[in-house]
Structure formats: structure tokens, C-alpha cells
């Protein structure tokens, strides 16, 4: 995967019911490739999964460069993780894919990138929504919410 040219999959996407999971494959493969760009593995999203997931990036890291296939790598990584019931997992990845700045720094930093790509998203407040929205995918608009300043 070379993100200098294309993007990882969105958040969005879901493989073994996990959120995040495909993009932060992706992200992972680029590292090992060298062909990440200005993307970051592990980033706190990404440590937020493998946390939730009861595994460390290095393991992670491992299991990817050990399986060229998606499907190898979710094989890896359903036998690896902690488990969780269904309904815990969606709730948990509803609760990633809403999450926004968590510091009045990482505020500032949205607020940048979110005004460099489209200032008129004010509705705009999750990472994820930022992320598709930079990558051009369709983010429908919502009610207004006030931004963080």
C-alpha cells in the first residue's frame, strides 16, 4: 500500500465487526513498505483499538508482516484479541468513530485541518468525519454542533 498515493481505507470500514481495523492495516503495510507519506502507525486511534483488543503494536506489526492478506491478518487477529460480546464491539466502535479532540491542544489541531479542508463543516466534530472528509469521501451533513475553539 503506497498512502503517498492513495488513501487507507476509512474508519469506517469494518473487518472481524472492529472499526478501524482495515485502515490501520493499511497503515501498517505502507510503514513496513515505507511508503506512508505523512500517515502515523501507530497512531492513538490505532493504539486505542490494540488497546481495547488486548494487543501491542509490535504484535500487531509482526502478524501483519507475516500475512500479506487481509485475511490473514484477521485470522491473527480474532485468535489474538480479547473477546467481546457484539453488542460491547458496536458500542465501542460508535463510541471511536464520535470521538473527537480530547485537549484543548488537539482541539486546536482539528480546528486547523478542519479549516484548511472545508471551514463551511461545522457540523464536523469527529475525527473519523475529518479524516473521510480530507480523503473526499461523502461525509452527509448534519445539524450544526458547535466547534470546539
Known amino acids: 500500500m503506497d498512502l503517498r498515493k492513495d488513501f487507507p481505507r476509512s474508519m469506517r470500514f469494518k473487518l472481524a ?9 493499511d497503515k501498517c503495510r505502507a510503514v513496513l513498505a515505507g511508503t506512508e507519506g ?20 509490535n504484535q500487531f506489526t509482526a502478524a501483519v508482516k507475516a500475512n500479506p492478506t487481509d485475511e490473514g491478518v484477521v485470522a491473527w487477529f480474532e485468535q489474538q484479541a480479547t473477546a467481546h460480546e457484539q ?4 458500542e465501542w466502535n460508535q463510541k471511536l468513530l464520535a470521538r473527537g479532540p480530547s485537549s484543548p491542544e488537539s482541539a486546536a489541531r482539528f480546528k486547523q485541518y ?10 464536523i466534530t469527529a475525527w473519523s468525519d475529518l479524516q473521510d472528509l ?16
Open 114 to 123: 478542519l479549516d484548511a479542508i472545508d471551514p463551511s463543516r461545522t457540523d
Open 87 to 90: 453488542g460491547e464491539l458496536e
Open 17 to 25: 465487526g472492529y472499526a478501524h481495523l482495515a485502515r490501520m492495516i
Open 38 to 57: 505523512e500517515y502515523i502507525y501507530p497512531c492513538p486511534m490505532d493504539e486505542r483499538l490494540l488497546e481495547y483488543a488486548g494487543i501491542t503494536s
Open 134 to 149: 480530507e480523503e473526499k469521501r461523502v461525509v452527509p451533513r448534519r445539524e450544526p454542533a458547535h466547534r470546539c475553539q
